[in-house]
């Protein structure tokens, strides 16, 4: 026994994979300085327009948030003390109002801890409410505007799980809100022992669906019996100025839960048995109801089976969707397929659209040729965009639809390419009615329309008007090409305002009031502005890094050697000496399109004021890399088969953005380090196994061995058994014998994803281990697919400078 002992402990003491790490590590000073800066508030602004609550992230949890308890139940996180969805615990821990234009910023005193929701505006904007989660449960709080004081609305527990948890109601004084049911009791006991074994079966039907959908399935019917816990809500009305709390029916699994215009009705989504353990919650049976805010049911509008069987990229048959048509006081808007659901079916029309209204009988309002991509209802009328999206062209199509007249034809407004950047119109600006209702503006004859901008120069974002008769567009702003400044809100089109976030490399980003100049420019250059205009700083605030302006930044732009057209972001740190060649980092993510043309186009822009959070790699920067950001990795081909050629677009793109950067004479050949997340560390492990360009790489939350998902990954739509050559190949797992350069695996334990599960780092890395090749696996506890913790993330930043440190920076000469 002491000899076995004795063995084993010389065993792990000369293991090149033993694991000696005892607690998290920090990255160097200079970048925990940067790190711990304040986070510059979110302005969220009233629907009238002259109050915005500046809201307060939290910047890094703590580690211990995400340590809390956990049940994965039907593809939900949920956390048992508090009956709060914990995937990822973002809240906000301070909010302040500011009275506009030029009124001081007043904080709202809130209890110590605070993890509070974002907030919900009632349409007067003279009150909002939000959710206060705390020790063991989710507690509900209103903010009176005149008076700047929150208050919490006593004894009610908040059920957010499966959202639609706080609503105001048509009244703009009450709160349609899903309750913990006041007599539940206590959670179901798990068995002492397995009532039965688990038992399975297919009858030779087809049940395939995509890997994504498997996420944090039910296990048991122990599981289920949870899911029916914690999901189970009291729909009730609460009078916020009284307090009175009336309940709406009995208890039940809701899912939507939408109040009609009018106020007298409430749609319902109700989710009941039998569950599944193939799929998650979103799959389950459901009734979809209009009940009256008193909880009698009025009708049914759809019974929905168990949807185990809906093909991968279709749709379930039978109604879905549903919503209230904004313009009617009960009128319920919903799709159907046509074609089975199944995209692989040919089919004249794919999905038809019809609404009814309460009470009466249904009618048609379009037919589609694609798929029902989605609605968006224009006020003062009884005009609606209906947009459909054809899978097989990537292409979307947006029509205007008059629902008041079905003899009238429809017409084209919007046909492009789903990746179309620099054509894209925009999207449309919308505003809240005295109801609640989110609608499209118009003002005359014209909506408005708000985009980025992309152009081949970086972002430029805009305002526009578009008329309905003409279907012209006329420009009303467009940033300037010095800073990059974007309409967030709060447009009047008679006053001739609108509210814009401005940044540059060197000024924060702050609230502009923008205003409208009078009289149109007698002759504004193509693409700009046909209208002058000025602006009022409505916020200031500071730079909260001031070490960083010293970084610069620029778009680059080159082709690859086919002539797709390709850039990236070079970031250089501060002090830079030209001339100087420096280790570089690479970070990409790959993309798939269908044409060249659209490969090409540019996002993103180098106006942006320089910060760094989380996880980032232009923490480089402090320690003496270039990075260039945003390597444009394109992979080009028809949807069906574009990754049948990835390996080779992978390198080839990489090969064209390393020779550009050695051009500029800012990086040194020899010293050049690949990183990535997700798809990204894909697309990492496979350019060290089928290249020689970089000396390390960094693979962070990746998926590595395909068979592991063999009914699609990313965007591949065939399964392992019709592309059996495509997924061994970029499966890196099986090329471990080709990866000669040093890799960094980072993954968190808890990784949600259901394609990246921390199995495929932990067998690459043992595959590469068994090989003989140089790795290292990270795993941090509690973390899903992103990286939350100060203490993870702290983390995460030591590792990979650490490893570019050693393997790039110091590597010799090939």
């Known amino acids: 026994?002491?000899?076995?002992?004795?063995?084993?402990?010389?065993?792990?003491?000369?293991?090149?994979?033993?694991?000696?790490?005892?607690?998290?590590?920090?990255?160097?000073?200079?970048?925990?300085?940067?790190?711990?800066?304040?986070?510059?508030?979110?302005?969220?602004?009233?629907?009238?327009?002259?109050?915005?609550?500046?809201?307060?992230?939290?910047?890094?949890?703590?580690?211990?948030?995400?340590a809390e308890p956990m049940l994965r139940l039907a593809g939900l996180r949920v956390n048992p003390r508090t009956n709060a969805e914990r995937s990822y615990p973002f809240y906000l821990v301070g909010l302040s109002l500011q009275r506009l234009p030029g009124g001081a910023e007043t904080p709202i005193a809130m209890p110590p801890g605070a993890r509070i929701g974002f907030p919900t505006w009632n349409a007067t904007g003279k009150m909002f409410a939000f959710t206060n989660e705390t020790a063991d449960?989710?507690?509900?709080?209103?903010?009176?505007?005149?008076?700047?004081?929150?208050?919490?609305?006593?004894?009610?527990?908040?059920?957010?799980?499966?959202?639609?948890?706080?609503?105001?109601?048509?009244?703009?004084?009450?709160?349609?809100?899903?309750?913990?049911?006041?007599?539940?009791?206590?959670?179901?006991?798990?068995?002492?022992?397995?009532?039965?074994?688990?038992?399975?079966e297919s009858s030779g039907v087809s049940v395939a669906s995509s890997t994504y959908e498997a996420r944090d399935l039910l296990k048991s019917a122990y599981d289920a019996d949870l899911f029916d816990y914690y999901a189970t809500s009291q729909l009730a009305l609460v009078d916020v100025v009284s307090g009175k709390v009336t309940r709406i029916g009995k208890p039940a699994i809701f899912q939507k839960v939408v109040a009609a215009p009018g106020g007298r009705y409430v749609l319902v989504e109700r989710i009941h048995r039998p569950y599944s353990y193939l799929r998650a919650h979103e799959r389950f049976p459901k009734e979809i109801e209009v009940w009256t805010t008193g909880g009698e049911l009025v009708e049914s509008l759809a019974s929905l089976p168990l949807a185990e069987q809906v093909p991968i990229g279709g749709v379930a048959t039978g109604p879905r969707n549903h919503s209230w048509r904004p313009t009617e006081p009960a009128t319920v808007v919903w799709a159907e397929a046509l074609d089975g659901g199944n995209p692989k079916t040919k089919a004249p029309y794919r999905?038809?659209?019809?609404?009814?209204?309460?009470?009466?009988?249904?009618?048609?309002?379009?037919?589609?040729?694609?798929?029902?991509?989605?609605?968006?209802?224009?006020?003062?009328?009884?005009?609606?965009l209906v947009s459909e999206y054809d899978r097989d062209r990537l292409w979307t199509r947006t029509f205007i639809v008059d629902a008041g007249d079905p003899a009238k034809p429809s017409r084209l407004l919007w046909d492009m390419s789903v990746n179309e950047k620099y054509r894209h119109p925009g999207y449309p600006v919308y505003h809240v009615l005295p109801t609640g209702s989110w609608m499209v503006m118009r003002h005359k004859d014209w909506i408005y329309l708000r985009g980025s901008g992309a152009s081949p120069e970086g972002d430029r974002p805009f305002l526009d008007r578009l008329d309905l008769n003409t279907l012209k567009t006329e420009r009303l702003f467009r940033s300037e090409r010095s800073c990059l400044e974007m309409v967030i809100g709060g447009l009047r089109p008679v006053e001739g305002t609108f509210f814009t976030r401005r940044e540059s490399p060197v000024e924060p980003p702050n609230v502009f009031l923008r205003t409208l100049g009078q009289a149109p420019r007698t002759a504004a250059p193509a693409g700009e502005a046909a209208w002058p205009s000025t602006a009022q700083a409505i916020t200031h605030f500071p730079d909260p890094t001031p070490q960083l302006r010293g970084i610069t930044k620029r778009l680059v732009t080159y082709k690859r050697a086919d002539g797709v057209p390709l850039s990236f972001t070079l970031y250089l740190p501060p002090g830079y000496k030209p001339g100087t060649r420096l280790p570089t980092v690479f970070?990409?993510?790959?993309?798939?399109?269908?044409?060249?043309?659209?490969?090409?186009?540019?996002?993103?822009?180098?106006?942006?004021?320089?910060?760094?959070?989380?996880?980032?790699?232009?923490?480089?920067?402090?320690?003496?890399?270039?990075?260039?950001?945003?390597?444009?990795?394109?992979?080009?081909?028809?949807?069906?088969s574009v990754y049948n050629?990835?390996?080779?677009?992978?390198?080839?793109?990489?090969?064209?953005?390393?020779?550009?950067?050695?051009?500029l004479g800012v990086t040194d050949r020899e010293r050049v380090g690949v990183a990535g997340h997700s798809h990204g560390a894909l697309m990492t492990a496979n350019l060290l196994a089928y290249c020689d360009l970089f000396r390390a790489g960094i693979?962070?939350?990746?998926?590595?061995?395909?068979?592991?998902?063999?009914?699609?990954?990313?965007?591949?739509?065939?399964?392992?058994?019709?592309?059996?050559?495509?997924?061994?190949?970029?499966?890196?797992?099986?090329?471990?014998?080709?990866?000669?350069?040093?890799?960094?695996?980072?993954?968190?334990?808890?990784?949600?994803?259901?394609?990246t599960v921390p199995l495929q780092s932990e067998k690459l890395f043992e595959a590469i281990r068994g090989v003989g090749g140089t790795v290292r696996l990270v795993v941090l506890p509690y973390e899903s697919h992103g990286y939350m913790a100060r203490e993870s993330t702290e983390h995460v930043l030591y590792e990979m400078l650490s490893w570019f440190d050693r393997y790039v920076k110091a590597a010799p000469p090939h």
């Open 645 to 663: 050629t990835f390996v080779e677009q992978i390198v080839a793109n990489a090969k064209a953005a390393i020779d550009k950067a050695v051009a």
């Open 351 to 384: 999905d038809r659209v019809m609404l009814k209204p309460v009470g009466g009988t249904g009618r048609q309002l379009c037919k589609l040729e694609q798929r029902f991509a989605g609605s968006q209802w224009i006020e003062s009328g009884g005009i609606v």
């Open 1 to 66: 026994m002491k000899r076995a002992i004795l063995l084993l402990l010389a065993l792990v003491l000369t293991s090149p994979a033993t694991f000696a790490q005892t607690r998290y590590e920090k990255p160097p000073q200079a970048i925990l300085d940067v790190r711990s800066a304040p986070l510059t508030p979110v302005p969220l602004l009233s629907p009238t327009y002259d109050t915005v609550v500046l809201a307060q992230p939290l910047r890094y949890p703590p580690i211990s948030d995400l």
């Open 699 to 755: 693979a962070r939350s990746g998926a590595y061995n395909h068979t592991m998902r063999p009914f699609g990954f990313q965007n591949e739509r065939r399964t392992l058994w019709q592309a059996r050559d495509v997924y061994l190949k970029l499966s890196p797992v099986l090329q471990a014998d080709k990866i000669h350069k040093p890799l960094l695996l980072i993954h968190g334990e808890l990784d949600q994803n259901p394609g």
């Open 587 to 640: 970070w990409a993510y790959p993309l798939d399109y269908a044409e060249k043309e659209e490969a090409g186009q540019i996002e993103g822009s180098t106006q942006r004021f320089t910060t760094m959070a989380g996880t980032s790699v232009l923490f480089f920067l402090l320690e003496g890399y270039a990075v260039l950001d945003n390597v444009a990795m394109p992979v080009v081909g028809p949807p069906e």
């Open 137 to 200: 449960r989710v507690e509900l709080w209103v903010t009176d505007v005149a008076t700047g004081k929150a208050r919490q609305l006593p004894g009610l527990r908040i059920n957010a799980l499966l959202g639609y948890a706080v609503e105001w109601m048509p009244d703009q004084k009450t709160l349609l809100v899903k309750l913990v049911p006041g007599a539940r009791g206590v959670p179901p006991q798990q068995p002492a022992a397995p009532p039965a074994p688990k038992i399975q």
